[in-house]
């Protein structure tokens, strides 16, 4: 597999600590979004420089636990940069070292197993074009067969190869994951992916034929999700999610 080339200048440059801070706020505010799975799953966060670092979760603890001082460095081979008391999901290092390690612009990877996107990710049509979050995220969409629990480094290639340039993925039988220049622009994809999902669920569960949009919405719909979803709308969003989180609990700052 190829190594991607060192990025100049990061959208995500800065101080490593506030990026830590950034990140931990992601994992509490998906735990508050009941994203979470106990202690699975992740969110990861290159940080700048050629060795394309990353951080990623602490594996045993919450999502609701994690801080920024608890959040594990590790590189491209899985390996701990700095010292941690807490292992990291060799699951979650395989899909998320693949995309950091292949995209440039892939400085943040949510990747999730909510009871929904996995219902949708086990249907044979995937995410049908039933609602307008669906149609604002699904010009952005890829899929990935499900190849067993992610412990072999050869899947990488593959998850690298379907995704291609999107930036969202349904992984078959498994769950959803987004990708971001940073963390609100992957979190307000995430956030329109998962709540399509529900959407789907519960419109198809409601014994009723579907309505479906008219020939060529989908496609002006995904193409006005695509200017909203690099950057625009999560400049907005992410800020009005930070001071709830503050009103909440600001410990994930620690």
Known sequence: ??????????????????????????????????????????????????????????????????????????????????????????????????????????????????????????????????????????????????????LDLDERERLVHDIGKKNAMILRNHGTLTIGKNCPDAFLRMYYLERACTMQVRALSGGVKSNMPNQGVPEKTASQGAMAFDGLVGALAWPALLRKLDRIDPSYKH
């Open 1 to 150: 597999m190829k190594t991607a080339r060192a990025v100049e200048l990061a959208p995500e440059a800065g101080a490593e600590r506030a990026l830590r801070v950034r990140l931990a706020a992601a994992y509490r505010i998906a735990d508050h979004l009941g994203w979470s799975e106990l202690i699975y799953t992740h969110i990861s966060l290159r940080v700048p420089g050629p060795e394309h670092h990353f951080l990623i979760n602490p594996y045993g603890l919450l999502f609701e636990e994690i801080t920024a001082s608890s959040l594990v460095k590790i590189d491209i081979d899985g390996n701990k940069v700095e010292d941690s008391p807490y292992p990291v999901n060799p699951a979650g290092f395989t899909i998320h070292s693949a995309l950091h390690m292949n995209r440039d612009d892939a400085y943040c990877i949510i990747h999730l197993h909510t009871t929904d996107g996995v219902a949708v990710s086990a249907q044979a049509d995937g995410l049908l074009p039933l609602d307008q979050h669906a149609m604002l995220i699904g010009g952005d969409l890829a899929y990935h067969d499900y190849e067993g629990v992610a």
